[in-house]
Every structure is written in C-alpha cells, then in structure tokens.
C-alpha cells in the first residue's frame, strides 16, 4: 500500500499524530483511540507496509514509532498545491487587517 492510500484513513493519521511525541505500544495507542486492539493491530499493519511506521519487540509489546522519510515524499507532491494555500492565507490576512 502506498503512503498516500494509507494516509487516507482518518484512524490512520490519528495514530501518526499520537506517534509523532515518540514511539507507543499498541496499548498506549488502544488507549488514546476510540478503537479496539484488533483495529489498532490492523491500521498499524497497513501504516507498517506503507512505511510510516517501524516496530520493534521489547519484552511481550510491540512498540510502534513514525518513519518520516515516506512522508518527505508526501510533502514533495504537495509542494506545487501550496501555492493555492498561501494566496487564500494571504487574502485572509490583508482582510483581517483592513477589517479589524
């Protein structure tokens, strides 16, 4: 799967969110989500094979944390949209401050 199919899922960016302060069992996560362990597991495994997400065994966990290189190519695809994004940002800063 690529990270683009991956990031689609809105399960999915939470648990990158929650991943991005450090690395997490899949209890922390369970915990932190509104979404049994199965679920957790199975979004883990699909952020996994996309490569935004690296595992390690420590004693019983599994204890999950964000690769961030798959997102590099995210944010290199967006590059040329961004464009759009700072003309709005641009039109809604001049009119806040001709309307304070």
Known sequence: MSAYAALAEP???QIL???RAGER???ELVKRLDLSQP???KHLKTL???????VRIEGKQRVYALRPEPLAEVDQWLE???VFWSR???ALERH???NP
């Open 80 to 82: 040329p949209y961004r």
């Open 48 to 54: 996994r094979e996309a490569g935004l997400v690296a």
């Open 39 to 41: 679920g957790v597991s």
């Open 17 to 19: 969110d929650l991943l």
């Open 88 to 90: 709005r940002l641009d």
């Open 11 to 13: 399960h999915r960016r």
């Open 25 to 27: 069992s899949v209890g």
């Open 96 to 98: 806040l401050e001709e």
